[in-house]
DNA sequence: CTGTACCTTACATGATTTGTAAGGTTATTG
DNA sequence: CAATAACCTTACAAATCATGTAAGGTACAG
């Protein structure tokens, strides 16, 4: 069944959207602890967020960038608030669509089914900012191109997304590669480095993979 | 550079769009003869579409379905209504955005962005009823599972899909696989049948490739 | 300049893909 | 129902691709 995830404070609201949602068929959720929101999210693994935009802890936007980056499929912005700036930023967080609060049972429901639909058939795709990686087949996708990496490239491309801004450490690196950091030959990861980055510089992603001396990795962007 | 194609017949509103467009760095593209709408659109192969509603020969709604049957990518609908009625039945037929005018200039670019955003990166995905193949690297897409198909497998495949729903012959097949059907080996075709048939099975695909008896094979769907 | 951290290339081993061969199954026809 | 042709499956060996290792090179901090 379609999962949709709440993430409104107003709980008489919150009450009101589970109904409505309920009612047309979704397994709906709500989150509750609105500290640790994103984990919880990504947890529940939804196939449509809905995110209120005022939120006691961390605004709804930077929610919304966070999830994006987890690879975190549709997000329906739905605000109180009726300013165009707001929609405007929303969008450009990577929102898939905006609803002012009060709205319309019918309308709420028809722009879900609308990302639905556009979503479903399609991969799940991590995101950056040049390219998106499908982290089930490590195909990375680079506006019309394409291609298939190999599968220590992909381990090391998605982790580094998936921890985008962040640095990844080396031993993270090794762990995520052969399970343990007391890998006798530390070069290893080196070779697959440099064959991750020469890969990428075949669709045209130069200096992407940004060496931090004494640190790790990070994705530039 | 990005082209989009306005569908508008009041003339002022026509230029302003185009003006506003032409600023914001677009390729921009008017239909002229409202008759062949669809055909012209087609034809001028946009990366979005700005369609309005009330048009002089044809309802926008059945130029907008029609124009998701042709696989043109994203259409925005904008109209003068501010029908809630109107906005349910243009999302259900298959539009992507819908806006009511008078519109914001910032609103307007913002949701193309946002539209163009979500279309760009995302893989050129053929459809079948079940599943879509990225053409280029042979990725398999059904539901929210991905593999990625050997080069044998994916060439076959992708012949299926684009022939879909004729038949392809073994002769075309064998031209396809090894550039000429004069090859000795009249099984090597047959065994990467059946491997293709196994690796669709790997994600639940059973009895997708038809056999027609001395005539080829064909998708079923 | 020196040392450390990082990068690159080449090669051998192991995994995957692919053509070939051999034999089995299914459908049509007399 | 038997004979035949079209099609399918499995097993194996050669070719291709992925990956760890080794050896040597580059860049940066002190």
Redesign the pocket.
């Known amino acids: 069944m379609t999962k949709i995830v709440i993430v409104e404070d107003d709980v008489f609201l919150q009450e009101e959207l589970m109904d409505i949602l309920n009612k047309a068929g979704f397994e709906v959720e709500a989150i509750t602890d609105f500290h640790h929101i994103v984990k919880e999210v990504v947890t529940l693994a939804p196939d449509l967020v809905l995110l209120d935009i005022n939120l006691p802890v961390q605004s709804g936007f930077e929610i919304c960038k966070s999830l994006k980056l987890k690879g975190v499929g549709p997000i329906l912005i739905l605000t109180s608030r009726d300013k165009l700036q707001d929609e405007l930023h929303g969008l450009e967080l990577g929102a898939d669509d905006f609803l002012t609060k009060p709205c319309h049972k019918d309308r709420l429901l028809a722009r879900i089914h609308n990302l639905l639909r556009r979503y479903k058939g399609q991969p799940e795709l991590i995101r950056s900012d040049n390219f998106s990686l499908d982290p089930n087949t490590f195909t990375l996708y680079k506006e019309s191109q394409s291609i298939v990496l ?4 992909g381990k090391i491309l998605l982790a580094l997304l998936q921890n985008q801004p962040e640095i990844v450490s ?1 031993s993270e690196l090794n762990k995520l ?2 399970g343990t950091d007391e890998y ?2 530390e ?2 990861l ?6 991750l ?1 020469k890969t990428l510089r075949q669709v045209g992603l130069e200096n992407v993979v940004e ?1 931090v ?2 640190k790790g990795y990070r994705l530039r962007g």
Chains 1, 2 share one sequence.
């Open positions: 190999s599968t220590n490239e080396k590669l052969w006798i030959d070069n290893a080196q070779v697959n480095l440099t064959r980055r060496t001396r004494g």
